[in-house]
């Protein structure tokens, strides 16, 4: 008697640790109870709202799993290391920030893979999980958070594989891994736009916070995001990389704040081509050799066809302001359409690299601010063929002077809120100009006195006279 018990005891659990459930595929939507009820794999503690999920789980095409945080409230948790796996849809939603709902909880995964219908989710906190996948699969996160995951199992918090999901007010927190990754050997262009990552790649990894490879058929964006390292000598900013050859990738990155990683951004391989637009590259600095990394923005072309082009950004405090390594196409402003990126300060050794153009290719890198108006100094500052004659030629001039600026009429010249919600005022004189990040101009008219302005989100630059001040709209 006592053999039979451990017997069906043994065998209870071999189907335990072995548990799992698909749906059948015929158009049903599936709540949390409705899988306790059906699957086996699921069950529920009513004293503390878990959800415990232990099996695996197939939502298979043509049906949904739909979660609302309004039910009430809701904690969801795997036990050792299932997956949901959708290939039919997901929605998941939280109330509000005040009211996420959870997800995760010290393991398991979540997969989209090939999956029927779009999946959204919102307000969702994932929390100390191996990682969530999304292959060939349309996916929306909007408000949700992705906080302490794991990176034993899978190097990247989300990893994307031919697919363009969309990251909208998302925050990325002490990860062990990446944040987002692409692999080398897929196409994706994900929308990543007014998210925070703070502190990913808590492992040191030798990897940026984002790093995707080739872009699919649509551009790559990144705008209006906060990428913050965590102190970390390893882990980098951003990188966008197309090693194989793959295909034509298209990548914008305009509005960021990208500061204290081992590097800004990181543009290498095969036939990219961005517009690098009103972004802020501060204290990349954290490399401690200087040889392997450190810069602002770094273009690492096979060929010329590895393209850039560059305008108002602010590049400081970085162990390299911009390079450009082997061979590129790089556009930093030209007579027509000045560059108006700030580049000073940047350096290591004791020595000041703003621009080390490290290639053959000639650059165009007019109309710049360098923080100083002495030319010699400007030259000081650039490596290219004036240093080393296989190198090509960096065109500085003209630059943007700073000394020659009318200290009354800066004085009288202010721009408040800033940042801004919504609304700012420009107090001066003359002839006021507002333009976008993108140099397009937005406004145009005298002004004596104080102006009040209303603009949607972004980052604007108000020209009166020879001085130019940026606002943030937020």
Known sequence: MKKICLFVLALSISILLNAQWTSPGNGTTY?????????????????????????????????????????????????????????????????????????????????????????????????????????????????????????????????????????????????????????????????????????????????????????????IRIVNCTIEGGGHDMSGGIAVADLMNTGDTKILLKDNIVKNNRYGYNQQGYNLSSVIVGNQFIDNNNETNPMNGGSGISIYGMDENNKAIIRNNVITENLWGITVINAADIDLGTEDDWGHNQLYDNGNGGVVYDLYNNSTSDIMAVGNDWGTSNSHVIEDHIVHQNDDPSLGLVTFVPFIDVDDVDEAAAAAFEVWPNPAQGCFVVQGKGKMIITNALGQILISHEIDGKDSIALPQGLYFVKIGNITRKVVVE
């Open 31 to 219: 709540t949390l109870n409705d899988l306790v009820e059906v699957s086996g794999c699921v069950s529920f503690d009513p004293q503390i709202f878990y959800y415990f999920i232990s099996g695996d789980i197939t939502i298979s095409a043509n049906d949904k799993l739909y979660i609302n945080r309004n039910d009430g409230l809701i904690y969801i948790t795997f036990a050792n290391d299932y997956t949901i796996t959708i290939k039919g849809s997901m929605e998941a939603m939280g109330q509000d920030e005040d009211h996420y709902l959870p997800i995760g909880m010290g393991s398991g995964h979540l997969r989209f893979e090939d999956a029927s219908d779009p999946s959204f989710l919102s307000y969702c906190w994932f929390g100390e999980m191996n990682g969530i996948q999304i292959i060939n699969s349309e996916v929306s996160f909007s408000n949700c958070r992705f906080h302490y995951f794991h990176s034993q199992q899978q190097s990247s918090t989300v990893n994307i594989m031919n697919c363009d999901p969309i990251f909208n007010n998302c925050e990325f927190y002490s990860n062990e891994g990446a944040a987002i990754s692409s692999p080398a050997n897929g196409q994706s262009s994900p929308q990543i736009l007014n998210c925070q990552f703070t502190n990913n790649v808590t492992s040191n990894a030798n990897q940026p916070q984002i790093n995707l490879g080739p872009g699919a058929q649509d551009s």
